[in-house]
């Protein structure tokens, strides 16, 4: 299996500009999370999905960012327009309501907003 | 907001020697996770501990639970070098069907001194 898989792996953009993360969970896995991480604010939970549908958005910071899952392989987290204090490394995770519910992470995507 | 605290923040200590991290939360929990991230990764689970479980084993780990005091500890074995990491616990507040979303504590930084 080749795990979470996440895109770009980097990404620099200016402010104001519009910035899409990609996702590709795990096959099977039916449940799928986005997570930011800074220094300052450590690991957040922005939004999760269960079967293609968003069931808490309350971690999303504010009306800038929006995620979507329309399929149960592929999902998007886009900021618009982005600032500089959007600079973090964003991880999607999925998991299986199979079991323990333990969450597999992708490798990150680094955003630098200048 | 920050659901567990990790403590130490920081450990230093001498391969082979034992590594003990500790984890406190603020509400009630449903399980409790400890995940690894070695710098620049994404995370790797490592063990999950049900909320009426007390205690869990898995290769060289060893996790508590304490519900009465909200905490956890993780007991690596034999350190090695290859252990060096951020090892974060992470909760999951709700019971009952679906994966949740996980509130992550902010990590204690393992350095093992070959």
């Known amino acids: 299996d080749a795990g979470v898989i996440q895109s770009p792996r980097h990404e620099v953009t200016e402010m104001g500009q519009e910035v899409t993360l990609r996702c590709k969970p795990i096959?099977?896995?039916?449940?799928l999370f986005w997570y930011r991480q800074t220094m300052m604010r450590g690991l957040e939970l922005l939004i999760y999905?269960?079967?293609?549908?968003?069931?808490?958005d309350s971690g999303m910071p504010e009306d800038r960012f929006s995620a979507k899952m329309p399929n149960a392989s592929f999902s998007t987290l886009k900021i618009q327009p982005s600032e500089p204090r959007d600079s973090a490394v964003y991880f999607c995770a999925s998991s299986s309501t199979i079991g323990d519910y333990e969450q597999y992470f992708g490798p990150g995507t680094r955003l630098t907003v200048t | 907001s920050q659901q567990g605290e990790e403590d130490p923040q920081a450990l230093s200590i001498q391969e082979g020697e034992n590594a003990t991290m500790n984890c406190s939360y603020k509400t009630s929990i449903n399980n409790l996770q400890w995940y690894r991230q070695n710098s620049g990764r994404g995370l790797v689970h490592l063990i999950l501990?049900?909320?009426?479980?007390r205690e869990k084993h898995s290769g060289r780990l060893r996790v508590t639970l304490d519900t009465s005091k909200k905490s956890s500890s993780l007991l690596i074995t034999a350190s090695r070098a290859a252990d060096t990491a951020s090892y974060f616990c992470?909760?999951?507040?709700?019971?009952?069907?679906?994966?949740?979303?996980?509130?992550f504590g902010k990590g204690t930084h393992l350095i093992i001194q070959p």
């Open positions: 501990i049900r909320s009426n479980e």
């Open positions: 999905f269960n079967n293609n549908v968003p069931i808490d």
């Open positions: 992470a909760t999951d507040p709700y019971s009952g069907g679906g994966a949740d979303g996980l509130t």
């Open positions: 096959s099977g896995h039916n449940s």
